[in-house]
């Protein structure tokens, strides 16, 4: 490819609401555009980085055994109406109406499509397994689109669906899946983790995510270096702490905290270790009576030792909490309690709540908690002697770097990263409301078992470019660089020389099936080598006057601080080792 031929767009300043380095250096580097709010044109150079991400997906998910095929984008709202997510999903699915007046959707994912393809098609468990995918556009009307193409409202998603005859050989096709994603992403370059996950709104109780690690990514990835644990914060367990607990030692009292409404204020105030404050958090479920009339409003009062976080997907799973929780109102807060946040505490409430203490606060002795009364806190609080033994004792919280590993081998470690693939097993989750399927050995009708695979095929350029750049702009690894090599002739058009041999080496690295660029435009060195390294393509080869005539062409990694002479009979064998490596 001849640089004169090809379109190359560079910026030299970001715009504005370009936020992360990614989002700046992608539209700097021409490989995107901006045409409205989370929709983005895919200019030719960052296209080139999503045909290479999408081949190797390909080929590894053919080699896996899955089978490609192509679902629309647009699909029928009944097929969603039958497994109740037309109704469940919330604004981020795009509705729309044809001239007939018939709801469609625009698809954000093909669970229900696909299931319909296999209850239609696979009849017999003789034709079982079976894993069906398709790399497609997506659409999820996000509230706030951000990060460019990181959180985008169109975008390219490989989806896959295994569809098995019982769980065992599910779990199996869900692990044949997570050893192909492994494979995909090994030969992405990228420095990244598998972790356990939470289902979400998908379903299923198996799952892992694939993190690309990025000190700028949303996701908190926790691990343990000495074995092989890792999850997402989400899912992390917090490891329940070793008892006994502790005998009281201390007298409870009502402490005056005049305005000190936190546990790092209180614990500032009375001279005491933050972690001997625990904190009260007030959650409401709405449902009904006895007698199946509302209101039937529960008051919760969760208790967290004072420098943790609640983990709302541990919470959602607490009996009682499962089926949907919010955060009570103030109103609701004053009439059990008798105060307005700041000052809660379970003893003494006005009416009865439910409490429900964090593995860490139940084995707390002497705590310090709100009186339920303004200006003044408990200090010396114990179970058992000033108030019952709470309701229920859950890992509610997140875990923080140092807790001990969940599996007992070390500490945890915690790091940012961007999530760019997710295994589910889903089981029967959409088999069983669409009648998903097949005769069994004995002609007896089973539901299928089913997996979901997802790989954010749009994502991962800007994930990549998050770990890999510098100053100069991107550093792509060469498996998916929009060209592996540049060659950057210096006054081609004055010297029919460098001329001659940059076409030459040009076409013995097309002719090798090197993804090679010739940048032929005329620009000065210093123009032409800013836009290759804000571009970010791995292999620069130079070729100029002064260096033939020395019998010389210089070389430079993306990385490289200085360049490296070359012979120039010997830069075609240099240039496969330095690919091969």
Known sequence: MKASQFLI???KEAPADAEVVSH???????MVKKLGAGIYTWMPMGLRVVRKIEAIVREEMNRAGAVELLMPVVQPAEFW???GRWSKMGPELMRVKDRHERDFIIQPTSEEVVTDVARQELRSYKQLPKNLYHIQTKFRDERRPRFGVMRSREFIMKDAYSFDRDAASSKASYQAMARAYRAIFDRFGLRYRAVAADSGAIGGDLSEEFQVIAATGEDAVVYCPESEYAANMEKAEARAPAGPRPAPAQRMEKTPTPGKSTCPDVAQFLGIPLQRTVKSLV?????????????GTQVWLLLLRGDHDMNEIKVGKVPGLDAGFRFATNAEIVDRFGTPPGYLGPIGTRKPVRVVADREVAVMADWVCGANAEGYHLTGVNWGRDLPEPDAVADLRNVVEGDPSPDGEGRLVIERGIEVGHVFYLGTKYSAPMEASFLDENGKPQLMEMGCYGIGITRLPAAAIEQNNDARGIIWPDAIAPFTVVVCPIGMDRSAEVRAAAEKLHDELAAAGVD???DDRGERPGAMFADWELIGVPHRVVISDRGLKEGQLEYQHRRDAAATKVPAGEVMAFLRGRLQA
């Open 283 to 295: 959650l409401a479920t709405d449902g009904v009576d006895d007698n199946g009339r509302p209101p």
């Open 9 to 11: 767009s560079t910026l």
């Open 81 to 83: 109406q039958e497994t």
């Open 516 to 518: 090679v660029m010739l």
């Open 24 to 30: 700046q250096l992608m539209m700097r580097a021409g």
